[in-house]
């Protein structure tokens, strides 16, 4: 930022931002493990490449897990980050007036005054915990997607953020607007080297949904057992505008937190989270989502579906907050706990702040598969193990629009695999 | 059936079923030949049902003395799955809701990956399948749905011994129509008597299903035994005039002691 020119204004904004980041270095999370963040160095620089074929194969096999392929034709941009360097960006031709693709320094010197006016930390506050913190005074990159208003770009776009070295913090600040009537489907994944073990992803996300606008966002998790992630992520959507939210994690992480808040807002807006996790191993997952029904006629709806194993705590949360009269949300967090080890906790959190109008509801289940449903699938000619396999399947496989093939098929892979070590 | 059959299709020699602490069938003995369609017949908690979740192999169902042979097999320490590769079937009275599995994948595991979208079309066509195809099993299917959707399952796989229980509980008349002719055409088929090869048990309290399945031979389940066996339509217009307690005791039948 040094290099950039910047009104009275927004240097001011600039010194609001580091001082409440400055405050909040040493401030714990209020949900999660505890991590001392001060034994990581920030990652280091890498080189970019010219096109994504010359990723090295194990890269290419890695980030593919998460829906993130080197063949762009079914994309419609790419964005690539190794450690702190965002080493490839590209929208396909068709698309090159529709969606704009950069890191998100490179937007802030292109955009700054706009950027620090309506996107920078406006969604999520640099002070709420270290993690924040850390973001805001070390930022390493992030990509910033725009789509351009009325563009609906059906082909997704796709991003990614590597990391391919031990014992650093990766600190991410990423952003997406969706300008008015436009429409965009963004997977992004997460992955980390397979040499990688120890390390801390902190990430930052501001998505902006504008009128009548619409953002189906995939992610894919793809971390190890030492790696520790705290995403910390805002929405904010406009008058009729959807929002999407994917979230699969298959493989095992030291620990994630996580809490996406959804502000709806916009009259007749919608918010939906979907998630699948496997809790694997040591895995400590606390995850869940807040949905502020603000506007006039908003909806929200969040689906979890949660399958523990091994040594594994998972904390499934959901939040739905109705501040308006016409508001309607529902959570459904529906869990399996399939080791005598692992621990699991389902928290709805339903409040209704001066809307007495506003229908909220939960179901929140924990419970094992049913013998009998078992004995069912077993009366058609099905091995226990498949019948099992089938139901767990059946379990997880809530409807995810947009959720790519390669993505159908590396959940049901992955719970195939995951459901027979459970015999 | 020809006189050169060696082994009957079913042969239970006194069963003893346990279930916890109770025991509920105390010497069962039963041969079920190719071909022929047998009725249970019984009061409520008499048995009916334990007898078809022990043939399935269901685990709670203690056999603690006799034996079930299957073509031959004898079924003890077989789980349910490889007795229904062997050719045994049911169709339950309440089956459970199965959340995210469909009705259509539960007919491609009951046809063991040989459904063709004609078989799921006739299918289709004899239960009015319909939406249901595509619902999770089970789940909010109506008393009508759930028998339909039995017999499709049962139509797919194709058993050697389909066993039913009380098919037409919970079921409106022209859903008993639709199921009994399913029935009928899985036991009967086209074929002429002498080449019917699938058998049948069907428990039944009020004999309804008969009017669609012609049965060749019924049963009274009575105190954890077989009191009675008969024509199924004479056993059952006794027990409706005189009741269970006096059926077992008439000279209309063969009775054991």
Not at chain 1, 153 to 173: G, T
Not at chain 1, 229 to 241: N, S
Not at chain 2, 77 to 89: H, M, N, Q
Not at chain 2, 157 to 162: C, I, K, N, Y
């Amino acid at each position: 930022m040094s290099d950039v020119r910047l009104s009275p204004g927004a240097e001011a904004r600039l010194t609001e931002i580091r001082a409440a980041a400055e405050a909040a270095v040493d401030k714990p999370a209020a949900l999660g493990p505890d991590i001392d963040i001060t034994r990581f160095r920030t990652v280091s620089e890498a080189d970019t490449i010219a096109s994504l074929d010359s990723l090295e194969r194990q890269v290419k096999e890695t980030v593919l897990l998460s829906g993130f392929t080197a063949d762009e034709t079914e994309r419609s941009a790419s964005y690539f980050q190794m450690d702190r360097t965002p080493i490839y960006e590209r929208v396909q031709k068709a698309f090159d007036d529709a969606i704009e693709i950069m890191s998100t320094e490179e937007a802030l010197k292109l955009y700054g005054e706009e950027m620090l006016e309506k996107y920078w930390w406006r969604a999520v506050d640099p002070g709420k915990d270290k993690y924040t913190a850390i973001v805001a005074l070390h930022q390493t990159e992030g990509y910033f997607i725009r789509i351009k208003a009325g563009r609906k770009v059906e082909k997704p776009i796709q991003a990614c953020l590597f990391v391919s070295e031990s014992d650093v913090s990766q600190n991410v600040h990423n952003v997406i607007i969706v300008e008015d009537g436009a429409e965009a489907n963004v997977i992004t994944g997460c992955n980390i080297h397979t040499d990688v073990k120890e390390g801390l992803h902190a990430g930052i996300s501001e998505f902006y949904v504008g009128r009548g606008a619409k953002l189906t966002f995939t992610m894919v998790h793809n971390w190890a057992e030492d790696f520790s992630v705290r995403p910390r992520t805002g929405i904010v959507v406009e008058e009729d505008g959807v929002y999407i939210n994917n979230y699969v994690l298959l493989k095992p992480v030291k620990s994630i937190q996580a809490f996406p808040v959804a502000k709806l807002v916009g009259d007749r807006s919608t918010a939906v989270f979907n998630s699948i996790v496997y809790g694997l191993k040591d895995s400590v997952i606390d995850l869940g989502s807040e949905t502020q029904l603000i506007g006039e006629g908003t909806r929200s709806e969040a689906v979890a579906r949660t399958v523990s194993m091994d040594r594994s705590t998972v904390y499934s949360r959901g939040r739905l907050i109705g501040r308006t009269n016409t508001c309607k949300a529902h959570l459904d967090c529906r869990g399996i706990v399939q080791s005598a080890e692992s621990t699991q906790w389902a928290i709805p959190d339903l409040a209704s702040e001066g809307a007495p109008g506003a229908e909220l509801s939960h179901e929140a289940a924990i419970s094992p598969i049913a013998a009998e449903e078992i004995y069912y699938l077993m009366t058609r000619g099905l091995p226990k193990d498949e019948a099992v396999s089938m139901i767990t399947r059946g379990f997880v496989s809530i409807d995810i629009p947009g959720l790519p093939d390669v993505l159908r098929k590396q959940i049901d892979k992955a719970i195939e695999e995951t459901s027979k070590e459970a015999m | 059936m020809s006189s050169e059959q060696a082994a009957p299709l079913l042969r239970i020699e006194d069963l003893h079923v346990s279930v916890g602490e109770r025991d509920i069938l105390r010497g069962v003995d039963l041969t079920i030949e190719e071909g022929e369609t047998h009725v249970l017949l019984g009061p409520n908690g008499g048995g009916k049902s334990t007898l078809l979740n022990t043939i399935v192999g269901i685990p709670g169902y203690r056999v603690t003395q006799g034996r079930i042979v299957f073509k031959g097999v004898d079924l003890a320490g077989l789980e349910i799955d490889e007795r229904a590769r062997l050719g045994i079937g049911i169709a339950f009275q309440r089956p459970p809701a199965v959340r995210g599995v469909r009705l259509r994948q539960m007919l491609e595991v009951a046809a063991r990956s040989e459904l063709t979208p004609d078989t799921v079309a006739d299918l289709d066509e004899t239960l009015s399948l319909g939406h249901m195809l595509d619902r999770d099993v089970n789940m909010g299917f109506s008393g009508g749905e759930a028998k339909r959707s039995e017999m499709a399952q049962l139509l797919a796989q194709m058993p050697d011994l389909a066993l039913f229980d009380e098919p037409e509980s919970g079921v409106d008349l022209d859903n008993i129509a639709v199921v009994g002719g399913a029935m009928n055409s899985l036991l009967k088929g086209e074929e002429r008597i002498s080449e019917r090869r699938r058998a049948g048990l069907i428990i039944t309290h009020t004999g309804h299903i008969l009017e669609f399945v012609n049965a060749d031979v019924g049963h009274v389940l009575y105190n954890g035994r077989l009191a009675c066996k008969g024509n199924p339509l004479d056993l059952i217009e006794e027990i409706s005039s005189h009741g269970y307690d006096k059926c077992v005791e008439c000279a209309l039948c063969q009775t054991f002691a």
